[in-house]
């Protein structure tokens, strides 16, 4: 069957493209603060091949070009008669506007991830991308296949002249409003709160439309809308991916349950053309936000699709006019993200095609640096890190311990792709000595932020990107928890996503009862509010409509953010306790952990099937529909037998 | 007054993806050969401003965006009341399918060229691109200001089965057909000659429309035009940039002064969005073309902004993933048009924004050398030179000669930005020698083509280049002359395109009868053929409708061609004579020539004003409305005085 075939990568750059230019705040469009990149404009796209007997080829472009047989121009949508014998095919399509893509129906040589391509009229050699989802060639992979789904609201209330829609949560919908007196101006204002509906002057999203008497406006976030004047007929369709749950996790306390089900839900409501950060107020993609989507993802949806098409979007073609969202972390996020994913989907197709993206990243990022050779991101990069008090003068040492971190994913890379990496390994090693050398407190046995100012600040951060890393050893691991970690007087995280950075370096350092502890404690405390999804940003001694405010605006605060979906990741891999060892789950570990939580079990996703785990009582059991993995449980290890139940029993 | 403004480039990089896009073949699309870039897709606007009293603006946006004043986002549309005081006011504009651009009105601050861009939100400090042309917020500058004229045919026949009109001479237009039955499939078929158009087989531009009763068809080349069915109405409009003729050329040859007005009418058709090739077939932008149309330009609308939006377009984006319109040679034609343009305008502005891309681009043709340092143009890369027999082996020398120029023209503008060259100057002298060793054959008393090969091949292309660059000395030049250029055993050039250097380098050695005997031979010949245009190949030993095939297709020779309007170049710079000597004619020579013309009159555009120039028997005279001029007549010289007529008698 033919499927619309594009330059790969460019479906990416195209959909983020429409995705960065959709932001809209107090009526006013936003675009995105970065680069953009647009899709190559003209492409071509080529086929060898040899018919037994005669056969025929039909081109439909995405944009304008021509089918091109054995050097012989036809128009497009013309039937193209072929005699048997070898043939040499290829589709010049130009799009000005859009994607570049071709759809070549044929009863022997269809278009489909056979087909090679390239920006020259001939010789490409590049390996086209394609998707199971564009089939049909009137539908153009410009278009995202979303799928809707009627939803209706759970109450109205009439109220401020108008009607106000609760639809129960948080959810993304299409709204359609019909039977409006045309001379009326319709006021429809999107709340993620009450509040926020209510508040037309200060509602992020809201929109005044008139002269028609119906109105289909796309997809926007919202639990709650407010629709002025009398009552009209109002529909909404929930727009979302379909995406498999399969990761699932339930324990014996109900509210971590709740926890694990609200962050599941956040996350699908953000898992789209890419993973979002948020659903209302920029969805952007970030790269940061991304990195911890990655990690949620592989332990519910384990959708491959979505997280490369989330990497090819963030790094975008390969020239960088500036950090991966102008950020450098998040820049170092994306080069560590390629080597996690290879270890959980082990696909070294993918791998390949993205080092010469992962070797001219670093190559940009080890453009700036200081005397001493610490990165600095450059001219006008954001030092991004965290929402939070950091010493940022000069080089920060949060930053340098994310370079190891990727000097380290390069290396792992380039060796999966058989590719010495000794010199990457070596540079890792000598340059974390020096980031002790600069920035490792003796006195205070944590590291500083910034050597430079003298003010020898400590915060969290790098202290946590150490223990999470594996770059402080022992002694120094057990410092920075006393002081740092288990220390009050270091100023908290307040922003769920460096929270998921700090409960992950507490589950491996053991401290399992507290991590249980503080995600009840911070995500039970948004659900005791009537949270339907998870935070941008919560802090507990905030009240009423404080809470919602954020960005110097009073509903600033995104009410459905990813990165609040760490605790699926938490209870996935340290609870449930599925990791893999080897690349694509060759071979894996189960070591599950109940503390605080009682009995529990679950699935975890992998590429070869599903992981199920039940932990009751003391005894602790698998089933995996492959080999390769290790049951641990107290103390003692078992081979996971493929096909069956493997238990440990205390 | 406000004026559309975009980030400088990508105007013409966009239309330069539209006109790419726009090429069509026995009703097929057929898009460029070559990589096509996109404009930035996300660009910010900047101006600060100090306002007196309160003042206003309004955004209009080409895409979507936002106007933040100190800070402060307010929609596109809107009006912005700002009170009296200093204020910061950027525009960031987002467009996924065209041309990001900004039109803000104000009573205080519209846009315009006072105004910076860059592709972050913050801190852009590019200048912007701007043109009188873009002064209504109704119409983007996505939309090319042509101009409409409606002409009628000079005849019409029934032939065929359809109706047949000849608008009497080579034309551009925008067809509209009404009264069509809308079942009646319309066929029309364009024709630069009758046969074409008579040919809808081979025709290269033809169209079949069927089901509405009237077509509004895009602007397409014709001179004929067939149109089936019984007559329909047709109404023709001429669609075209006005550019106004200053050049001009009168002499006592009839035949010359034909050629002279039949060159100016094919350039003024050629001359659109960019310098065209030719109208009918590709439409596309080539630089080696272009270099030639430059000098054409500069004798006739010494229009300083086709140029440079010529300049844009071919160079497109920085980043270069091959060579222009893939070519070598273009690349280099490319670099030393840059070095032409200043000399001839003087615009010190334009050569500082082109320096970098000067560097990269040259960074780009030295990245392919051989083991003795020759450019090779990498893998890919079309070595053309001229439709020739040349012998292509190894590295060639018309590329060498073309890299030397291209070097000293890199040198000539970084010492006019005020850098120092002498590396480069170095570095071509060094060059030149390395060149002579290897292809400077002394038996021959010529370059030859290739010293890989063995075989030695003379043609005269190479040696052309020496002899017009100047970088053949005294003897070699004397060398060339007898044994290439006035030897007929070295194979003759075809094409007008290299027709105009040889024309150019005889103009140079001073056998100017011999110029125009040929000019009226070879333009001549083509004139006596009945043709309204100057045609991209002529063969006088061609009969009937053979002359109107090129390129294995029956009509694929260009009627009407940019190159063929070399005349208007040679007798402006070498019978009116006139030159400049200092960027910007700040210091210039006029050295007028009649050998084979007889009394000649004319006049030739500068940036200071036309300057005319008459020769009439042993008299010659000049008028320039400026100084620094040196009038040259039969071995006299005299300074030009500004304003009067400055005047040699033998």
């Known amino acids: 069957m033919a499927q619309w075939i594009w330059r790969y990568g460019d479906h990416e750059i195209y959909h983020s493209l429409l995705l960065h230019s ?190 028609k008497t119906g109105y289909e406006l796309h997809a926007r976030a919202l639990r709650y809308l407010f629709v002025s004047g009398a009552e009209k007929t109002v529909r909404a369709e929930f727009e979302y991916l379909p995406l498999e749950k399969r990761g699932s996790f339930h324990s014996d306390d109900e509210l971590m349950n709740r926890i694990w089900e609200t962050s599941a839900y956040t996350f699908l409501l953000n898992s789209r053309e ?56 998040y820049s170092l996020y994306w080069l560590i993200s390629i080597a996690d994913h290879y270890r959980l989907y082990g696909d070294r197709e993918f791998l390949i095609r993205m080092l010469p993206r992962m070797r001219s990243l670093l190559k940009y990022v080890e453009k700036d640096t200081d005397e001493n050779g610490f990165i600095t991101g450059g001219e006008g990069a954001w030092i991004f890190i965290d929402w939070s008090e950091m010493d940022k003068e000069g080089p920060i040492s949060a930053e340098q311990l994310l370079y190891i971190r990727a000097l380290e994913a390069m290396a792992e890379c380039e060796e999966a792709a058989g590719n010495d990496a000794s010199f990457l390994r070596e540079k890792a090693g000598t340059f974390l000595m020096k980031v002790n050398e600069f920035f490792w407190d003796a006195e205070k046995g944590a590291y500083i932020d910034s050597f430079v100012s003298g003010k020898r600040h400590v915060t969290r951060h790098a202290n946590l990107f150490a223990v999470i890393f594996g770059l402080a050893d022992e002694k120094k691991t057990a410092s920075i928890v006393k002081n740092v970690i288990l220390n009050d007087a270091v100023t908290q995280i307040t922003t769920p996503y460096f929270k998921f950075f700090e409960m992950d370096a507490l589950c491996r350092l053991g401290f399992m009862e507290r991590v249980a502890e ?37 509903y600033g605060c995104s009410l459905c953010h990813a990165w609040g979906a760490g605790p699926v990741y938490l209870m996935g891999r340290y609870y449930l306790g599925v ?33 199920r785990i039940k932990v009751c009582g003391n005894s602790a059991s698998v089933f995996a529909p492959f080999e390769g993995g290790i049951l641990v449980w107290k103390g003692k290890k078992k081979a996971i037998k493929a096909g069956e139940w493997t238990q440990i029993s205390e």
């Open 22 to 211: 959709r932001r809209e705040e107090f009526g006013a469009d936003y675009p995105a603060i970065w680069h953009t990149d647009a899709p190559e404009k003209t492409v071509s796209f080529f086929r060898e091949f040899e018919a037994e007997k005669p056969c025929w080829m039909r081109l439909t472009p995405c944009g304008k070009g021509s089918l091109v047989v054995d050097g012989k121009r036809f128009p497009s949508g013309e039937k193209v008669d072929i005699p048997a014998g070898k043939h040499s095919v290829s589709a010049r399509i130009v799009n000005v506007e859009g994607l570049p893509a071709a759809f070549v129906e044929s009863d022997i040589c269809p278009s489909n991830g056979e087909w090679t391509c390239g920006i020259r009229e001939r010789g490409g050699c590049e390996k086209v991308g394609t998707s199971g989802w564009y089939t049909d060639p009137d539908v153009t992979p410009e278009v995202f296949p979303f799928r809707y789904e009627e939803i209706k609201p759970a109450g109205k209330e009439a109220v401020n002249g108008g009607i106000l829609y609760d639809f129960g949560k948080e959810t993304f919908a299409r709204i359609t409003v019909s039977g409006c007196p045309e001379d009326e101006e319709i006021l429809l204002v999107y709340g993620e709160s009450r509040e926020e509906a209510l508040d037309p002057e200060n509602a992020v999203i809201r929109q005044r439309r008139k002269g």
């Open 274 to 329: 890419f993973f979002l950060d948020g659903i209302k107020r920029d969805r952007w993609v970030w790269s940061g936000d991304a990195y911890q989507s990655y990690m949620v993802n592989a332990y519910l949806f384990f959708d491959k699709a979505i997280a490369e098409r989330t990497m090819l979007a963030l790094r975008g073609r390969d020239e960088m006019p500036e950090h991966i969202n102008t950020i450098l972390d």
């Open 518 to 554: 503080r995600i009840k404690a911070y995500w039970g405390g948004m659900l005791a509010l009537g949270a339907t999804s998870i935070w941008e940003q919560f802090d507990p001694e905030k009240t009423g409509v404080e809470r919602y405010a954020m960005y110097g605006s009073a």
């Open 579 to 611: 990791r893999p060892v080897k690349p694509g789950y060759e071979e894996y570990t189960v070591e599950p952990c109940t503390e605080g939580l009682g009995n529990i079990e679950g699935s975890v996703p992998t590429p070869k099937g599903d992981i």
